[in-house]
C-alpha cells in the first residue's frame, strides 16, 4: 500500500531522520553484518534510510526499492553521487522481491509491514531471499499507535488483520525468523532483529 500525503510528511520530516539514526545505531550493537555482505531495504522511501545503513553496516551493495515510483526517484535525487556504485534503487514489490531464493545477507524494513494488508505474505517473501543465518533488521508500529480515534482518520492504513505482539513473533517463527533481539513498547511497537534459521521452510 502506497503512503498518502500525511504518512509522506512524516517519513521525510527530520524527526524520523533521528528516530532511524538511533534506531540503527541499536541495531549495529546487537547484530553486525559481514564483510562484503549484500543487504535490501524494503520501502525505502526517500532514501535516507538506505544511506543511514549505508553508513552504519558498509555492505558491498545495497538493494533499496520502494512501491511508489514518486519515493524512489526522491532517493535518487537525496542520495549523491558517491553512492551510485554502493546502492541500487528500484520500484518494487515486497510481495515478489526480485532475488533468488537465499541470495541475501540481510533485510532492512523500517515501518513497512503495517502499511501491507497481507503482511504475512511479505514476512514469507522476506525469508526466502535471506541466506541460512540471514539476518532481518525490522522496525514496526501496532495498531493502537495508527489507528486510534485521531490517526486513523488521516493515516492511510489497511483496517482488517493487524498485528500485534505475539502476532507478528509468531509469523516470524512459522517461516524460519525468530526474534534473536527487541527493544518492544506492547502498545507502541517493536524494534528487532531477527535470524534465518530454515532453508525453503525446513531445519
Given at each position: 500500500m502506497k503512503l498518502n500525503w500525511a504518512e509522506r510528511w512524516v517519513v521525510n520530516s527530520p524527526t524520523q531522520v533521528l528516530k532511524q539514526r538511533l534506531?540503527?545505531?541499536?541495531?549495529?550493537?546487537?547484530?553486525?553484518?559481514?564483510?562484503?555482505?549484500?543487504?535490501?531495504?524494503?520501502?525505502?522511501?526517500?532514501?535516507?534510510?538506505?544511506?543511514?545503513?549505508?553508513?552504519?553496516?558498509?555492505p558491498s551493495l545495497l538493494h533499496a526499492l520502494d512501491?511508489?515510483?514518486?519515493?524512489v526517484l526522491k532517493a535518487k535525487a537525496h542520495l549523491s553521487r558517491r553512492y551510485e556504485e554502493r546502492i541500487s534503487l528500484s520500484v518494487g514489490d515486497v510481495f515478489r522481491l526480485p532475488f533468488k531464493d537465499n541470495a541475501l545477507d540481510a533485510?532492512?524494513?523500517?515501518?513497512v509491514l503495517h502499511h501491507v494488508p497481507d503482511w504475512r505474505g511479505a514476512v514469507r517473501e522476506i525469508a526466502r531471499v535471506l541466506k541460512l543465518g540471514g539476518l532481518y533488521f525490522i522496525e514496526e508500529?501496532?495498531?493502537t499507535l495508527y489507528q486510534n480515534f485521531l490517526t486513523k482518520h488521516i493515516l492511510l492504513h489497511p483496517r482488517k488483520d493487524r498485528f500485534i505482539s505475539q502476532d507478528l513473533k509468531t509469523a516470524?517463527?512459522?517461516?524460519?525468523?525468530?526474534?534473536?533481539?527487541?527493544?518492544?513498547?506492547?502498545?507502541?511497537?517493536?524494534?528487532?532483529?531477527?535470524?534465518?534459521?530454515?532453508?525453503?521452510?525446513?531445519?
Open positions: 534506531e540503527l545505531r541499536w541495531m549495529k550493537r546487537t547484530q553486525s553484518l559481514a564483510e562484503g555482505a549484500k543487504v535490501l531495504e524494503v520501502g525505502c522511501g526517500r532514501g535516507v534510510g538506505a544511506r543511514l545503513i549505508n553508513e552504519s553496516f558498509r512501491l511508489d515510483v514518486r519515493m533485510v532492512f524494513g523500517f515501518g508500529l501496532y495498531p516470524l517463527k512459522s517461516v524460519g525468523l525468530p526474534l534473536d533481539n527487541a527493544l518492544e513498547l506492547k502498545k507502541v511497537g517493536i524494534l528487532g532483529v531477527a535470524i534465518k534459521n530454515k532453508v525453503n521452510g525446513r531445519r
